[in-house]
């Protein structure tokens, strides 16, 4: 096995590595989500953390790692006898983004069944990280049929296989460790609160911390062994500690008082449900007993809340993530009650105690940002608790304009003129959570979270015979492709005669990201400050919708005398926001210009990513203005569309007692479907998935051919 890098060899980074170190003491805490940009040692800590896990008793030759003290009477491989065992060192599974569901929960164990004839249970990852490390990295860019296997395991200990005539139950409690980059999409809501606590990190932007950092990096590729032995006597220190404050941990008291702090304090930041509650106890108790401490103290419970609360808090879909830590110091001392002792603004110890910077120099004898992190301080440049405030506009942090609510124009302020010219842009109304859009039909794009499509991922529906190479084998269709034909073939012994003509591939269905396109109108008659407001806050929310379905995203504006590219197809919903919130209005309404604009980048994008399937949203309220016969152009660019499969939904952005029904109409010429903007929030728009489905198809019986792309 390589040599690891060494936990105590990390620079900085004095947060996460505390969480780390924290779970290690108390696995009962839950976990770590690391949060930050790339290239910041999130996968580097976390591997190297099993090195300082104690070893593991378990029963010898059981696969599913019993403890010999304790034996799980339903293990597979049981039953066991209570008694003396083996040990070995504690695990770190890897679970790639890209694994299986075989690969996660286990499987038929096919060499056996075609060799003995006899079913077996060849466990996964699953099995492998019980009483261990369960380690994602990407977590957020993890399938989502794993994601749900991934939450029943972790909530009820145990892992149910029931496929291919297996029926298999095992123990499966592990401590679940994930790293993501924000920028690449955010967790599932149920999946997020199953991590324990949360850390966000960043690069540190003190050179000498940047230097040591390298140098330690260039010294460990030059010669692993040798860094290692270098720093094995804080690695061994490190470990005895671990030791003792998980032998004092029974002995910690989580007094009255802490109880009503966390309590409150989970009560103040609107968490749902009780499982912050729970953690923070835990957390509050594993950093007293790390501290070498038999009390819970404020800065214990103020340390937890940080750990605990910021990925469960209610927060805007644009806000920056972190808390308030004004307002959690005033929960606290509210309910701290008297208490001379407690330092009324407290520096929880970091990974080795100190609340100062660490020694001057470790085994390397470096410098400033030399030291080994032991001792290191909280309150140094590598802080990674995240900004609250004037300083949450960082980089990562959402641009200001999208979440710019409170900054438009006050009541009574007179509208503008419809046809006038152009006027300065507003801010977004709040943005609000949308359903699903689905394209309609059955696609074979990129993995996503939005529309149907057979993926190499996704959940088994059927077998088929390959085409060419065989991709994932379908073990009992393979099989009962084979049976019949035994006795022709001459089988005398337990083993299964298979020939290739027998072998069948799995068919898998999962999601697909699409490309979402947004068609802005941005003319005169949107120019309504109230208006453009509402409209704003729509596309604001649909294209954080797309953006965590893994979609690209892309957007055309018209206004004047034509129509702008504003976003090329991209994976940012940040540049989508920025584009939106510098959005000006104002001119006639070409219509027409806007949809041949969308038709032409279609194109291009076709060419690009064949399998990778459009949908077009169109925000207007369906007035055509200038040029010569505007709403006879704007109806055949739309129908020219229409003619190219590309699913269409129109947003109706018509306000007052007057209505046109411009937007129905240009919606029928799409084969789309127009809804409103209250139709797009969640409460309203389950009906609007069936409405675009029950459309389009519609639309193609009555042609008489298939979508190609969009059905």
């Not at 993501?180 to 967790?187: K, Q, R, S, T, V």
């Not at 696609?443 to 077998?463: I, L, P």
């Not at 919903?573 to 959005?583: H, M, S, Y």
């Not at 129109?650 to 411009?662: A, I, K, Q, S, Y």
Request: a negative charge; proline letters at 8%; glycine letters at 12%.
């Amino acid at each position: 096995m390589s040599t690891r890098y060494p936990f105590t060899a990390v620079v900085g980074m004095t947060d996460l590595r505390l969480a780390l170190l924290l779970n290690a003491v108390s696995p009962a805490v839950g976990g770590v989500l690391v949060r930050g940009e790339k290239g910041t040692a999130k996968s580097t800590a976390v591997r190297a953390l099993a090195d300082l896990l104690p070893e593991v008793p378990v029963v010898a030759g059981c696969r599913f790692s019993c403890d010999p003290g304790a034996p799980d009477a339903r293990c597979p491989d049981g039953p066991h006898e209570a008694g003396a065992g083996a040990s070995r060192a504690a695990r770190m599974v890897e679970l790639p983004v890209g694994a299986s569901e075989d690969r996660l929960v286990g499987a038929l164990d096919i060499e056996r069944a075609l060799s003995e004839g006899v079913k077996a249970f060849e466990p996964g990852l699953l099995a492998d990280a019980h009483r261990g490390i369960l380690y994602v990295d990407e977590v957020n860019l993890l399938h989502d049929h794993l994601i749900d296997l991934l939450l029943d395991a972790a909530a009820m200990g145990a892992s149910y296989v029931e496929r291919e005539g297996v029926s298999v139950r095992h123990a499966s409690r592990f401590l679940l460790v994930g790293t993501m980059n924000p920028e690449e999409g955010e967790l599932r809501p149920q999946l997020l609160d199953r991590f324990g606590l949360t850390v966000e990190v960043a690069a540190s932007r003190e050179p000498a911390q940047r230097v040591e950092v390298v140098r330690r990096r260039l010294a460990y590729e030059d010669d692993p062994a040798g860094f290692a032995e270098r720093w094995a006597g804080e690695e061994a220190a490190l470990r005895e500690r671990i030791a003792a404050a998980r032998a004092l941990l029974p002995d910690v008291v989580l007094g009255e008082r802490a109880l009503h702090q966390i309590a409150a304090a989970c009560a103040a930041f609107e968490v749902d449900g009780m499982r912050a509650d729970i953690v923070m106890a835990r957390t509050a108790t594993a950093l007293a007993a790390w501290a070498g401490r038999t009390e819970v103290r404020s800065e214990d419970v103020r340390q937890a809340a940080l750990l605990a609360l910021p990925h469960r808090r209610r927060r805007n879909p644009f806000d920056a993530p972190g808390l308030d830590e004004d307002k959690l110091d005033e929960v606290l001392e509210e309910f701290g009650g008297a208490d001379g002792d407690d330092d009324p603004d407290p520096e929880p110890e970091g990974p080795d105690g100190g609340p100062d910077g660490g020694p001057d120099g470790g085994p390397d004898g470096g410098g400033p940002g030399g030291v080994p992190p032991q001792g290191g301080g909280q309150e140094g440049p590598d802080r990674q608790t995240p900004p609250t405030g004037p300083e949450a506009d960082a980089p990562g942090a959402p641009p200001e304009g999208p979440a710019a609510a409170p900054e438009q124009e006050p009541a009574g302020q007179p509208a503008p003129s419809a046809q006038g010219g152009e006027q300065a842009a507003v801010g977004a109304a709040e943005p609000f959570r949308t359903r699903r859009l689905d394209v309609p039909g059955l696609g074979e794009g990129a993995d996503g979270r939005r529309s149907r499509a057979r993926t190499a991922h996704g959940r088994t529906t059927g077998a088929r015979r390959p085409k060419g190479a065989l991709g994932a084998l379908h073990l009992s269709a393979t099989v009962r492709a084979a049976a019949p034909h035994q006795h022709a073939r001459g089988r005398s012994g337990p083993g299964l005669v298979v020939r290739r003509d027998d072998l069948r591939e799995a068919v898998r269905e999962g999601r697909e990201g699409n490309l979402v396109l947004f068609v802005v109108d941005a003319s005169g008659s949107m120019a309504a400050r109230k208006r453009m407001g509402a409209v704003k806050g729509a596309v604001l929310s649909l294209l954080l919708d797309a953006y965590q379905r893994r979609d690209k995203i892309g957007m055309i504006t018209f206004r004047g005398k034509g129509a702008e590219l504003a976003l090329p197809p991209t994976s940012s919903v940040e540049a989508g926001a920025a584009r939106l919130a510098q959005l000006p209005t104002g001119g006639p309404t070409p219509l027409s210009e806007g949809l041949l604009r969308a038709h032409e980048v279609l194109r291009v994008e076709r060419l690009r990513d064949p399998s990778r399937r459009p949908l077009l949203v169109v925000v207007t309220d369906g007035r055509a203005t200038g040029g010569p016969e505007p709403r006879l152009r704007a109806a055949r660019a739309a129908r020219l569309l229409a003619a190219e499969g590309t699913a269409s939904v129109v947003v109706n952005c018509e306000t007052g007692p007057v209505r046109l029904g411009l937007a129905a109409e240009l919606a029928g010429e799409l084969h789309g479907t127009a809804v409103t903007l209250d139709e797009l929030r969640a409460e309203s728009v389950s009906a609007l998935v069936h409405t675009v489905q029950g459309t389009r198809s519609g639309h193609r019986d009555r042609a008489g051919h298939s979508n190609r792309r969009a059905a």
